[in-house]
């Protein structure tokens, strides 16, 4: 995330993946034990790097994630199926309290928990304004779910541009 500051989802209109590949960039992806062990065996060692005690998706030129590749005039991941959660969570944070005074714009209620919901404001499909059904009632029950692990396949929270089969 860049220095602006997070976009409580009151405030966000809609979301949808434009494919712009900006979001693989200059982040460092943290990859759980399950991820590592999937990733590894299908792409390799050479994919990561490790710092305080954590594996990441190692950067490669241009500080693009080795795993993103070039496809017509986008750039696109090529590990759809095994895509790591923080990949598959952005632009969204999902809070347990609010980040900011403000937080009362970013709480949401799924069941009978109730969790704070911010976007990355340096993500290109956010559109600004008041959230529609579609994204109140489909977009973040699925983005909670995927973060903590229970969602099946991701249909509202991914990009309806291009998809990618590793060759
Ligand atoms: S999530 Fe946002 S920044 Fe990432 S590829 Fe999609 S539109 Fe671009
Ligand atoms: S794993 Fe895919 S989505 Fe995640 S940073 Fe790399 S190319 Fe982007």
């Known amino acids: ?15 949808s993946c434009r494919a712009c590949g900006n979001c693989c960039v200059g982040y460092r992806v943290p990859l759980k034990m399950d991820e590592f062990v999937k990733i590894g065996g299908a792409y ?6 490790y710092g305080m005690g954590k594996v990441y998706l190692r950067n490669g030129v241009n500080r693009r994630c ?7 005039d986008r750039w696109v991941c090529t590990v759809q199926g095994m895509k790591p959660t923080a990949c598959r969570l952005f632009p969204f944070r999902i809070q347990h309290k609010p980040v900011y005074p403000r937080g009362d714009n970013s709480a949401y209620k799924l069941g009978d928990k109730v969790y ?3 976007l990355d404001p340096d993500c290109q499909g956010i559109v ?6 579609r994204f109140a009632m ?16 991701q249909k509202f929270t991914t990009s ?3 998809n990618w089969t590793p060759p």
């Open 44 to 49: 390799g060692q050479d994919v990561f790097e």
């Open 160 to 162: 309806k541009y291009v």
């Open 1 to 15: 995330m860049g220095d602006k500051a997070l976009i409580p989802w009151r405030e966000v209109a809609s979301w």
């Open 66 to 72: 080795v795993l993103q590749r070039p496809l017509m």
């Open 116 to 118: 704070y919901i911010y």
């Open 128 to 133: 600004p304004g008041q959230p529609t059904e």
């Open 138 to 153: 489909q977009v973040l029950p699925e983005i909670i779910r995927s973060g903590f692990g229970v969602a099946g396949k």
